[in-house]
């Protein structure tokens, strides 16, 4: 037996299908057996894409939710409400601009490589996107907590500053509640040189004491949700300079 599940808008402000496919399931019964499905339905499952706008838009307000064999063959309909409007900003349907780096940050444009790289995601995904100097890519990991992201410098420095960026979008916390700020000397043999237990997303700098290494690395430990980690910018920095007492 296939199971679907369909959306419809019935005031659409733009041109849409009658009805849209969200969901798909292939459910094996034995004569006269039942079996539950079930399926997630999000804000952007209902969502139309705003070209003028440049994002995803759902207007508040009543959707249709159809399950059936086959888009012929609807056997259930529920209405859902849509208590406010959503939305969510398509990067690439604006101007690429870089928001370039601060001039020394030593891991700008740098090689990096990561644990893992989540795939079709709407932003990709590959580690050096932490390092590229665009605010609208991120690296993302797989769904899982213990990943980590890794930049190479090119050559040893003195350090003593992390700046993290974390993404914050539709599915919410993607940043790490624990992890460690990690260096080396040839990208194989680790040593910390901090450690967060309460990272609370956005834009984390930590500083710890001035140590020389080629490799960075920050090693999440634990997810603050569901989702992947997802890091916009990951920047290193030297010690700051001393000032006078």
């Known amino acids: 037996e296939v199971v679907q599940l369909y959306v419809h808008d019935p005031k659409p402000p733009v041109a849409k299908p009658v009805r849209e496919l969200k969901g798909f399931a292939r459910v094996e019964l034995l004569p ?14 209902l969502a139309y894409c705003d070209v003028g706008g440049k994002q995803w ?37 604006k101007p690429q601009t870089p928001a370039f780096p ?8 740098r090689p990096a490589r990561a644990s893992s790289e989540a795939a079709n995601t709407e932003y990709g995904s590959h580690a050096g996107l932490a390092v590229d100097g665009n605010n ?7 769904n899982a907590d213990a990943q980590w992201l890794a930049v ?20 919410g916390a993607s940043f790490a509640r624990a992890y460690h700020i990690q260096i080396s000397a040839d990208g194989n043999s680790w040593q910390d040189v ?36 997802k890091i916009v910018s ?12």
Not at 32 to 45: H, I, Q
Not at 102 to 109: I, K
Not at 236 to 242: L, Q, S
């Open 194 to 229: 901090d450690a967060v237990a309460n990272g609370q997303g956005g834009v984390e700098t930590r500083e710890f004491a001035p140590v020389a290494a080629r490799w960075v690395r920050v090693q999440c430990e634990r997810r603050a949700g569901r989702e992947g980690y």
């Open 57 to 93: 838009k759902a207007n508040a307000g009543t959707y249709e939710l159809q399950l059936g064999s086959s888009s012929r063959d609807i056997r259930l309909k529920l209405s859902v409400q849509l208590a406010s409007t959503y939305t969510q900003v398509i990067p690439f349907l």
């Open 152 to 171: 190479d410098l090119g050559a040893t420095h003195r350090i003593g500053r992390v700046r993290l960026t974390w993404a914050t979008d539709r599915f």
């Open 102 to 109: 601060a001039t020394n940050d030593l891991a700008a444009y």
């Open 136 to 142: 609208s890519t991120y690296w993302k990991s797989r």
């Open 32 to 45: 006269g057996e039942t079996k539950m499905v079930s399926f997630d339905v999000s804000a952007r499952d």
């Open 234 to 245: 990951f920047e290193v920095f030297a010690p700051a300079p001393a000032t006078d007492q």
